[in-house]
């Protein structure tokens, strides 16, 4: 690799050749035309980098995040200074919570105006240190090609995250030196890949002594990628384990498997919680002890060894103690793990074993995400159910927004592939199903792509319609539309003696009539028997679609776990809601 | 584990790069966590990596808990907990002005020996001491001179290391 000269604006769109990316996400303005300019010239060229012009900065940080989630490569966007960043923050923290692999350029005002107060200036760096995992203020020409190279490293390697590379505008002119991304190499970041092999072999002994083990895996394993996918279910199926998954884990472990026993956390199901609460043996698997998961801690799983694989040295011990840590990738050390059980010929115990999947079908005979149907109206499980069905032969990207319909989303939707489940866990940002399903769209251009909503989330980022219909983007929007922030509500329902303060959203826009004022088609649906017949007409529809699906207004998300409340402490139904939550749980959220 | 707050000392090596500090102290302060005292500086002028010291109240949970998120930084290299109960050496310097006269002149000189302070200024009704050793000789000593005419002090904050052998 040569070095060659070349001014700022065209290093980012060099480096963005350089790191393979052809996809970006974005938003104009002062800051960052240098920028623009050479996208501009770029257009006519073999391959120019497909731009997607968002309605807020919010949107592109969502669509980035969805094509990485979708794709497994890293989310690229770029946004002007000032409001273009701070429209930015939700998305880049909501990549952070959920380790996904961003990288946002930002302009920003030239050199000698930083720190005047200049027009559309904001401290991006300072603003964004929290919620990225690394950003770089660059402040010479000669060091920006590697700090954009630094930038992709960072971002993809160990623990994904979102970075951010601010650049001022002068910066953008100037011409400076060109250094490939060969010869960067990032000073001291190197997170470990490989697990120490005596600490596996500990834990294929707690493994092959287990009487009662459950395996609990979450989107670490998705961020591993599909070698970890494969390894995973190679590895759960030589050992018979039961194995749940959080939020961000679905799609690892084929959700229609008898192994498999549902979700696990705060609206998981019955058997898997029980089964977290009463194992002898743990094995977390890139997952990270969320408080929606754990519940109360001090009694979550109290009898249980605990194995736990991660990248990031800092998850090992930060919420629970556990026995075996292993530090590493999922793919790396499931690898590993397979070939030492076979090469020292470890067996599981069986009838133990046997013993524990009876206990287990016992659980599961409760049926906890069973709900009542009703003729007249729609429920929003039945809803999901339907759409289920009538989709899963198909290869599906389902994302979500926030809230009740994105836990029956994740209960009644079953995914046997990972990266199809796309939803905002960590930071549980409402808005961020539409553009994300922009985004998974774009990298999946002939796949079928639904957003299951809700009709508050919806109105958060619904300026990305006008995104869908400029880059003839099919998305499907389908609202479960209860009039109700419906998690909200459930809350206040339980909580706060049903007082529903400001919950209930009383002027709605009729969402038939919003789809086709952005051109886009609107189905509205009130009656369970006439739902197939529309949902078969949305899948059909060669365009983007809002679907309003009116559910019945007072339904809740069951099972639940209380906040502050253990694992078999869990609400069934709303016949089970008895005795008052405590003032502990209460300040929980 | 411990429910008792008690202080820690943190040391974290890192790179020394612009807003590593920014980072670390915003991390800690963000989180809702205090600080004590903290220093940095340079102590690998080659590889350029500084080393931060935090003295932090908290529980044994919540300081690990720090550290946890320490270690998630990408310029932090180390993060550990090396309190003087976990065989470490605390050190930490104060310079101390006194302006008085008389009797309680001469009694600050004689404690200051005790103490085996330094006198690196004086006037005719002033002197600045310059006193090294743990934070808790420190305390006493400004404690001792508070009658006898403590006028200032300036204290580096804590820097530690590990006993031994060991190395962070």
């Known amino acids: 690799m040569v070095n060659i000269q070349m001014t700022g604006a065209q290093m980012v769109l060099k480096a963005f050749e350089d790191h393979q990316v052809d996809t970006i996400f974005g938003y104009p303005g002062g800051a960052v035309l240098p920028i623009y300019d050479e996208l501009a010239k770029e257009r006519d060229t073999n391959q120019p980098i497909r731009h997607y012009l968002v309605r807020h900065e919010q949107g592109a940080s969502h669509s980035a995040e969805g094509y990485a989630r979708s794709s497994g490569k890293v989310g690229v966007m770029l946004v002007t200074s000032g409001p273009g960043v701070t429209n930015a923050v939700t998305g880049l923290t909501d990549a952070m919570m959920d380790s996904i692999p961003i990288v946002c350029i930002s302009g920003q005002v030239p050199t000698h105006l930083i720190g005047t107060d200049a027009f559309q200036e904001c401290d991006a760096v300072g603003i964004t240190r929290p919620c990225t995992k690394h950003n770089w203020l660059v402040k010479d020409i000669n060091d920006l090609s590697r700090i954009l190279h630094e930038a992709f490293y960072v971002a993809s390697s160990g623990r994904p995250g979102p970075v951010l590379v601010d650049i001022p505008k002068d910066i953008q002119f100037q011409t400076g030196t060109y250094i490939g991304p060969e010869t960067v190499k990032h000073k001291s970041y190197r997170p470990k890949l490989k697990a120490n092999i005596d600490q596996i072999d500990d834990a294929l002994k707690l493994i092959a002594d287990a009487e009662k083990p459950i395996f609990y895996t979450g989107g670490g394993v998705i961020n591993s990628g599909n070698a970890a996918v494969q390894l995973l279910r190679e590895f759960i199926r030589l050992t018979g384990f039961p194995i749940t998954s959080t939020l961000q884990g679905l799609g690892a472990y084929p959700g229609d498997d008898s192994q498999f026993i549902g979700m696990l956390g705060m609206h998981g199901t019955y058997e898997a919680n029980m089964a977290m609460n009463k194992c002898d043996l743990m094995i977390n698997i890139g997952a990270r002890f969320d408080d929606r998961i754990t519940g109360k801690i001090d009694e979550f799983s109290p009898n249980s060894k605990k194995i736990h694989i991660d990248i990031d040295p800092s998850s090992i011990n930060k919420i629970v103690k556990v026995d075996v840590p292993l530090i590493g990738d999922v793919a790396h050390v499931l690898e590993d793990s397979i070939k030492l059980w076979k090469s020292k010929v470890y067996k599981i115990n069986k009838s133990p074993l046997k013993e524990w999947w009876k206990t287990i079908d016992k659980w599961k005979e409760k049926d906890s995400l069973k709900y009542t149907s009703d003729k007249n109206i729609i429920k929003p499980q039945h809803a999901i159910q339907r759409l289920y069905e009538l989709t899963k032969d198909k290869d599906v990207f389902v994302t979500t927004e926030v809230g009740q319909h994105q836990m029956w989303a994740a209960q009644y939707y079953k995914f046997n592939k990972p990266n199809r489940w796309i939803t905002s866990g960590g930071l549980g940002t409402m808005g961020f199903g539409l553009p994300a399903a922009i985004g998974a769209q774009v990298a999946h251009p002939d796949k079928l792509v639904i957003d299951i909503a809700g009709e508050a989330s919806i109105l958060m980022c619904i300026q990305e319609m006008s995104t869908a219909i400029q880059h003839k983007l099919p998305v499907k929007i389908f609202i479960i539309n209860n009039q109700y922030m419906g998690m909200v509500r459930q809350w206040q329902e339980l909580l706060h003696d049903k007082r529903y303060s400001h919950s209930y959203t009383d002027a709605l826009p009729d969402f038939v009539k919003l789809a086709e004022a952005y051109g886009a088609k609107g189905i509205r649906v009130q009656k369970p028997n006439e739902l197939d017949k529309a949902i078969n007409e949305m899948i059909e529809y060669d365009g983007p679609v809002i679907f309003d699906c009116v559910v019945e207004q007072n339904e809740n998300v069951f099972p639940m776990i209380p906040s502050g409340k253990a694992h078999n402490e869990m609400l069934l139904g709303d016949e089970t809601v008895k005795e008052e939550i405590s003032d502990e749980g209460k300040v929980l959220v | ?168």
Not at chain 2, 9 to 24: F, H, I, K, Q, Y
Not at chain 2, 82 to 96: D, P, S, Y
Not at chain 2, 104 to 114: C, F, H, I, P, W
Request: aromatic share 4%.
């Open chain 2, 1 to 168: 584990m411990s429910e008792i707050v008690s202080k820690h000392t943190v040391s974290v090596l890192v790179d020394n790069e612009p807003g590593v500090l920014a980072r670390v102290i915003g991390l800690i302060s963000g989180r809702g966590y205090n600080i004590d005292s903290l220093t940095v500086a340079e102590v690998d002028a080659e590889k350029h990596i500084s080393r931060i010291t935090i003295v932090a109240p908290g529980t044994e949970q919540t300081v690990n808990k720090m550290i946890s998120q320490l270690q998630r930084i990408v310029p932090v290299k180390r993060a550990a907990n090396v309190t003087f109960e976990k065989q470490g050496i605390e050190r930490e310097m104060a310079l101390v002005k006194i302006v008085s006269t008389g009797e309680k002149r001469l009694e600050s000189m004689r404690l200051s020996d005790v103490f085996r302070a330094r006198v690196i200024d004086t006037t005719h009704d002033s002197f600045v001491f310059e006193l090294n050793g743990s934070p808790r000789k420190i305390d006493a000593f400004i404690d001792l001179m508070k009658p006898l005419g403590l006028s200032e002090v300036s204290r580096t904050g804590v820097v530690a290391i590990a006993r031994g052998t060991e190395k962070m």
